[in-house]
């Protein structure tokens, strides 16, 4: 595997690589997203992978500066999937100065659901996305479900700017318990990491009830947040919504999917499920 810091030596290895698959990352990899570099595989000549902590898309006072950092571990399980190029660039590189344009989504996809809670955090993926998209050339690019509303934002933006790139999803990886794989389940305490796939639990009943034809989607929602609550989790939403766009759905719409975010002591989970 070869690793690029800088976004010339990255493209001087693109221009020879033929049908390239790009995986962004933060890196601190986990199951997941090895599987979406396998997944790449059957798309591409070459993958280019990526480690990246994207500044823009923290707010103030979450966690970039702790985020982990794990660098050399990261390489040798990007190496063992078949990754032929890593693209780690420093801050300087990828924004040598100030960032003062950016791609700012619109408020109906990016300030609903975790943008709600999250302000300018879609704004900051957007920005860096698009320019590893004008960086890497990639002929294809992998994006896991677990960041469902993520996912929906960059395909909406790649559509709008005629990028030329096709966006691939990677199903969510979860543990034997059900936990969606994410680099913040470190982050709990073994008390936590016991409690944390309930949420998961909740979604899969929340999925069946619709399945099975309940349509009152708000109070099977708000059942949902109170058994949270009830177990010591402090829930931003739980909302069922329609995989396009996102947006509430009316009692005759189908292809839904569930979403959900709280925190469980410190740490914040995501998750979702495709009704």
């Not at 702790?66 to 890593?86: I, N, Q, S």
């Amino acid at each position: 595997m070869l690793i690029h810091e800088t976004i010339a030596g990255l493209r001087a290895a693109r221009a020879k690589a033929g049908r390239v698959a790009l995986v962004p990352t933060m890196g601190n990899l986990h199951d997941g997203h090895i599987a979406l570099m396998t997944q790449a595989r059957a798309h591409a000549d070459q993958v280019i992978a990526t480690i990246f902590v994207n500044r823009l898309q923290f707010r103030p006072g979450e966690d970039f500066e702790k985020y982990p950092r794990t660098f050399a571990a990261d390489c040798a399980r990007m190496e063992a999937a078949g990754v032929e190029h890593l693209f780690a660039p420093g801050e300087s590189e990828m924004y040598p100065q100030p960032q003062t344009y950016h791609v700012e989504p619109p408020t109906e996809q990016a300030g609903i659901l975790d943008g709600e809670f999250r302000p300018g955090h879609f704004r900051g993926v957007a920005t860096v996305v698009m320019k590893l998209f004008q960086i890497a050339q990639a002929d294809v690019a992998l994006f896991g479900k677990k960041d469902y509303q993520q996912l929906m934002v960059i395909r909406h933006m790649v559509r709008d700017f005629n990028v030329p790139v096709e966006i691939v999803a990677g199903e969510t990886v979860r543990a034997a318990d059900g936990l969606a794989l994410s680099s913040r389940n470190g982050y709990l305490s073994p008390a936590e990491r016991a409690e944390a796939p309930r949420l998961y639990r909740l979604l899969t009943e929340l999925a069946a009830e619709v399945r099975q034809g309940a349509r009152n989607y708000g109070e099977l929602e708000a059942k949902a947040m109170n058994i949270l609550s009830m177990n010591g989790w402090a829930p931003d939403y739980v909302a069922l919504r329609k995989k396009l766009d996102l947006q509430s759905p009316s009692a005759h719409d189908s292809d839904l999917v569930v979403l959900a975010a709280a925190r469980l002591g410190s740490t914040r989970l995501i998750d979702n499920l495709e009704v």
